[in-house]
């Protein structure tokens, strides 16, 4: 059963252009939404998060909005760069038990072509 | 600071045999993690460790078991390696409302 679901899985753009990665979840437990950047043969590591009672977070180039009664969240980058070509998760996390319990989406796979 | 450390960085095992892949984290984190990464299948949780001297089952956990060595340790361990082992493996550690921290991987190949 994947919780987070989350597309493309594979996305090419247009240095300049304008990349968006769209997720939906369907667990109302889960309170935090951070989305990770991962570069071949690197670990994953945090791009930019949002919680659920604000709508929007911008940070530099990237964008997270978030649409709470629809459970859809979405990354957008402005003047989409090469050095943005990487692979990008949506995760949506929840506290139980005493530790962050994280669900990952399958991950889009991000090209910008100069 | 190393952040979170992960040895090796590949391995090749043959089916049946046995492994064990290490973790390590400088930054005193109470919970860690261990996850594989398939493609198509994102990163699923194997094992965690909420604290020091805990471990529990994650997703994934069938063939496979954990030891919280002490607060900065938590090894992933393959009794009897098979092919559908075959994975990307990533240790992370997290503050129990904080972000989780990766380390660069294992890739690991089961013939």
């Known amino acids: 059963q994947q919780q987070v679901k989350q597309s493309p899985q594979s996305l090419i753009v247009q240095k300049g252009g304008i990349s968006i990665i769209n997720c939906a979840y369907e667990n109302t437990a889960f309170d935090y939404f951070p989305w990770y950047q991962q570069f071949p043969g690197k670990g994953p590591a945090l791009l930019i998060a949002i919680r659920p009672d604000v709508s929007e977070k911008k940070e530099g180039r990237f964008t997270i909005s978030f649409n709470k009664s629809a459970k859809q969240f979405s990354l957008h980058i402005m003047d989409s760069q090469p050095g943005d070509s990487a692979t990008y998760f949506c995760?949506?996390?929840?506290?139980?038990?005493?530790?962050?319990?994280?669900?990952f989406g399958i991950g889009t796979k991000l090209q910008v072509i100069p | 600071n190393a952040g979170v450390t992960q040895t090796p960085k590949f391995q090749v095992l043959k089916t049946g045999q046995s492994m064990t892949l290490q973790c390590a984290q400088d930054m005193n984190h109470n919970s860690m993690y261990w996850y594989r990464q398939d493609p198509g299948m994102g990163l699923r949780l194997i094992y965690y460790s909420a604290s020091e001297g805990t471990t529990d089952k994650g997703e994934v956990p069938n063939g496979y078991n954990v030891s919280r060595l002490n607060k900065r340790e938590f090894s992933l361990r393959l009794e009897s390696a098979a092919p559908s082992q075959t994975s990307v493996y990533f240790c992370?550690?997290?503050?129990?409302?904080?972000?989780?921290?990766f380390g660069p991987g294992t890739r690991l190949t089961v013939l």
């Open positions: 992370a550690s997290s503050e129990i409302t904080d972000t989780q921290y």
């Open positions: 995760a949506a996390s929840t506290h139980s038990g005493g530790y962050q319990k994280v669900t």
